[in-house]
T-cell receptor
Framework: ETGVTQSPTHLIKTRGQQVTLRCSSQ?????VSWYQQALGQGPQFIFQ???????GRGNFPPRFSGLQFPNYSSELNVNALELDDSALYLC??????????????FGPGTRLTVT | GENVEQHPSTLSVQEGDSAVIKCTYS??????FPWYKQELGKGPQLIID?????GEKKDQRIAVTLNKTAKHFSLHITETQPEDSAVYFC?????????????FGQGTILTVHP
């Protein structure tokens, strides 16, 4: 086990609703990255948070937003849900230092279904 | 941006055989290449990684090789066991402000038959 936890494990929402997913990073890690994994695909990078600031964003619309808290835990918020948002949402934590130790360790994911 | 291609999409081997999965990348600035194993219902698990200043790395039955000139890297699993059955993903990233952004391949479903 990586020590990265995510909640909830499963979620069903209706199109147009909003959702908040949560992630607790591995102890000592200061960086959290979020990924979307559609069925049968590799994970796609959504964004990364480092010391509470967004530090890089993938090709996702602004209705995908996030937060990182002083304890380095993080939230992913998705507004105006669409059917194509149905996916496994993965959180990965890492420790970024000068000199770059950057292995990313993933949580078990949250399975979001939009109907 | 970076693009990672992974082959084959499915791989079936007999227990004890070797398995090889290959990936190519497009961004010559990429310098970090991890491999993840994902079992059903779980998140990806980091199994081995390699940095661009190294050509090969081995950890027990798992090895990764990197050819920077050709921009491809490979995962080698020897003496496969049924518990090696899973989906394997390669990924690439590069140093910088988005250092943590991993670009993943499409995955390889490995099945090891007893």
């Amino acid at each position: 086990e990586t020590g990265v936890t995510q909640s909830p494990t499963h979620l069903i929402k209706t199109r147009g609703q909003q959702v908040t997913l949560r992630c607790s990073s591995q102890s000592g890690h200061n960086t959290v990255s979020w990924y979307q994994q559609a069925l049968g695909q590799g994970p796609q990078f959504i964004f990364q948070y480092y010391r509470e600031e967004e530090n890089g964003r993938g090709n996702f619309p602004p209705r995908f937003s996030g937060l990182q808290f002083p304890n380095y835990s993080s939230e992913l918020n998705v507004n105006a849900l669409e059917l194509d948002d149905s996916a496994l949402y993965l959180c990965a934590s890492s420790l970024e230092l000068a000199g770059g130790k950057h292995e990313q360790y993933f949580g078990p994911g949250t399975r979001l279904t939009v109907t | 941006g970076e693009n990672v291609e992974q082959h084959p999409s499915t791989l079936s081997v007999q227990e004890g055989d070797s398995a090889v999965i290959k990936c190519t990348y497009s961004d010559s600035a990429s310098n970090y290449f991890p491999w993840y194993k994902q079992e059903l219902g779980k998140g990806p698990q980091l199994i081995i990684d390699i940095r661009s200043n190294v050509g090969e790395k081995k950890d027990q039955r798992i090895a990764v090789t990197l050819n920077k000139t050709a921009k491809h890297f490979s995962l080698h699993i020897t003496e496969t066991q049924p518990e090696d059955s899973a989906v394997y993903f390669c990924a690439a990233s590069r140093r910088g402000t988005s250092y943590g952004k991993l670009t993943f391949g499409q995955g390889t479903i490995l099945t090891v038959h007893p």
